[in-house]
């Protein structure tokens, strides 16, 4: 996990070659292969579980001002990774004419460490609205997702076992404008939303709709539902046009432009991925090899959740030292400029972690490490000046 920073590459030289400069023994470049099978895919499966666990553990924020209502804000979304285009079997693509396999990875991600998180890898053809199963986990906790996952029928789940979302609305909709929660527009009442928006010219649109949706079919028959949500409408002061969301939180606990920003808390996710594709290798994955494939992306997330447990102890230190004259909440580690920090420095880490393990670091010399991986592993083929006297 540690030599994804010395390496700087997701491919298995790459890291073949800091497993010999760290251990001192040189490996022939089939044997480390072989190391990728299925059981170790099981035990980094096994191991990132375990990470997470920690991490949930060793969470002692909470939340602050108007979300101290809720339980935890969890944050869910999705990243492709491109793969190997001989993994189509197994992890067929959305656009195979430029790409024939890609895997997608599904996150669930609390705020705060106080709901269960979850790292799930499928084929990019599995919808993100079908990962996410909702049951008694979301009650009294605030779920943020973007329209990957949106439907009525998502919306009234959660509603009904009694969490809270906020999700922006498609373009698509029409809900049924039937109370204003703010401001004078008693004229928009009974009108649909697609009706009315282009007249606008508020700053701000906070109105209770109706929406309507079919249930899956049972016994031969599909029922219809009708919800009632809160629908928002903040005006971008340079375009015109409204950002929209529909929610379930009552105007007295949040307001309009609250929701909004409150929404914006879903870049925290995309920070995760661009960590893990910037500085964690999750990015691209040359190998034809399923278990490789599957051992790296595992690295990966075991490396970006250790990472997140360095940002606890950090901040422990920062509690127990009598002479910080700051607030732990004035304190901010960014993600992104941890994760860069921590890659500059895993060298000194991976040694730390063998010394604390009772492990002798014995590094190959430069000549030995020079002499062994820079040959030539094609002996048998000749070489240009081989060639050339042959000519």
């Known amino acids: 996990v540690l030599s994804f920073g010395i390496g700087k590459k997701s491919d298995i030289a790459s890291l073949r070659r800091a497993y010999e400069e760290a251990t001192g023994t040189t490996l022939a470049a089939s044997s480390f292969y072989d190391r990728f099978t299925a059981p170790l895919v099981v035990f980094l499966q096994q191991a990132c579980g375990r990470a997470l666990g920690t991490v949930m553990e060793g969470s002692s924020q909470a939340l602050q001002g108007s979300l101290s209502a809720f339980c935890d804000v969890v944050i869910?979304?999705?990243?492709?990774?491109?793969?190997?285009?001989?993994?189509?079997?197994?992890?067929?693509?959305?656009?195979?004419?430029?790409?024939?396999?890609?895997?997608?990875?599904?996150?669930?991600?609390?705020?705060?460490?106080?709901?269960?998180?979850?790292?799930?890898?499928?084929?990019?053809?599995?919808?993100?609205?079908?990962?996410l199963k909702i049951g008694d986990w979301v009650n009294g906790r605030l779920l943020l997702f973007d329209l990957g996952y949106f439907s009525y029928a998502l919306l009234d789940r959660i509603h009904r076992w009694g969490g809270f979302f906020i999700s922006r609305l498609k373009d698509n909709c029409k809900p049924l404008i039937v109370a204003i929660h703010q401001g004078d527009g008693h004229a928009l009442i009974g009108r649909t939303l697609d009706e009315v928006l282009s007249s606008i010219r508020r700053n701000v649109l906070d109105v209770e709709v109706e929406v309507t949706y079919k249930k899956r079919k049972y016994r031969g028959k599909r029922k219809t539902v009708t919800q009632r949500f809160r629908l928002v409408g903040i005006r971008n002061p340079l375009t015109g046009e409204y950002h929209l969301y529909i929610t379930n939180i009552a105007v007295a606990r949040l307001s309009a432009r609250a929701i909004a920003q409150v929404y914006s808390a879903r870049w925290l996710v995309e920070l995760l991925f661009k960590a893990l594709k910037s500085f964690y290798q999750l990015e691209a994955f040359p190998s034809r090899n399923e278990h490789l494939v599957h051992a790296l992306i595992y690295s990966a997330l075991i490396t970006l959740l250790v990472s997140q447990r360095i940002e606890q102890h950090l901040r422990q230190v920062l509690i127990n030292k009598e002479e910080n004259e700051r607030s732990l909440e004035e304190t901010v580690f960014p993600l992104l400029r941890l994760a860069a920090v921590l890659t500059a420095v895993s060298a000194k880490l991976l040694s730390a972690v063998l010394q604390q393990a009772g492990i002798k670091r014995r590094s190959l010399s430069l000549t030995e490490l020079l002499l062994k991986e820079a040959q030539d592993p094609n002996r048998k083929r000749d070489t240009l000046p081989q060639i050339l006297q042959k000519m």
């Open 76 to 131: 869910t979304d999705a990243t492709v990774l491109r793969l190997h285009d001989m993994l189509k079997t197994t992890y067929r693509a959305c656009r195979t004419n430029h790409t024939k396999a890609a895997a997608k990875l599904h996150v669930v991600f609390s705020v705060v460490g106080k709901s269960a998180q979850q790292i799930q890898l499928t084929s990019e053809r599995k919808h993100e609205s079908k990962m």
